[in-house]
T-cell receptor, first 113, second 112 residues
């Protein structure tokens, strides 16, 4: 069966520090991968999605970037965090060639101080 | 414009009571609709998924309905439990896209 792993679960980082959040999927190949951010009490905002290695689309201009070094690995990064980067970050995957819905990771709570 | 609207925004009910959450969408061409439950500080978990041809789908005490003509869906929770306290999110996808349209969710609180 397919599983998605996301870490760390919580992170407190100072303003200006770098960021690296990792997401991996097991039990499937060539998944579509997504990064979402959820501000407190708000809906989910799509940040990046990837339909294959080196195929990453950005949805909103921001201080973040994404990379997909391996088929089932998706990384969210920042060179210098801002206070506004605080939030709940969710990774998700869906099967290639379908849009039959996501499976989400457990999320990372990022607090920039 | 593809949109998903959910109502009510929040809801408080007593344990054991039933409730119904609404989702209206304008996503086209419609592919499928999914209801998720999100506990505070956790990732959303899928409850049901329905395609165009499906009218109803159950998952335990959760029953989702879909009216593709009126572009409406509802999630009915029967005999609510304290553990049902969470946000419920309606997500709709269109044919030919990798992206999904999220509703802002309904925050449900079940009181003892």
């Amino acid at each position: 069966s397919q599983t998605i792993h996301q870490w760390p679960a919580t992170l407190v980082q100072p303003v200006g520090s770098p960021l690296s959040l990792e997401c991996t999927v097991e039990g499937t190949s060539n998944p579509n991968l997504y990064w979402y951010r959820q501000a407190a009490g708000r809906g989910l905002q799509l940040l990046f999605y990837s339909i294959g290695i080196d195929q990453i689309s950005s949805e909103v201009p921001q201080n973040l970037s994404a990379s997909r070094p391996q088929d089932r690995q998706f990384i969210l990064s920042s060179k210098k965090l801002l206070l506004s980067d605080s939030g709940f970050y969710l990774c998700a995957w869906s099967a290639t060639g379908t849009n039959y819905g996501y499976t989400f990771g457990s999320g990372t709570r990022l607090t920039v101080v | 414009k593809n949109q998903v609207e959910q109502s009510p925004q929040s809801l408080i009910i007593l344990e054991g009571k039933n409730c119904t959450l609404q989702c209206n969408y304008t996503v086209s061409p419609f592919s499928n609709l999914r209801w998720y439950k999100q506990d505070t500080g956790r990732g959303p978990v899928s409850l049901t998924i329905m395609t165009f041809s499906e009218n109803t789908k159950s998952n335990g005490r959760y029953t989702a309905t879909l009216d593709a003509d009126t572009k409406q869906s509802s999630l009915h929770i029967t005999a609510s439990q304290l553990s049902d306290s969470a946000s419920y999110i309606c997500v709709v996808s269109a044919i030919g896209t990798y992206k999904y349209i999220f509703g802002t969710g309904t925050r449900l609180k079940v009181l003892a």
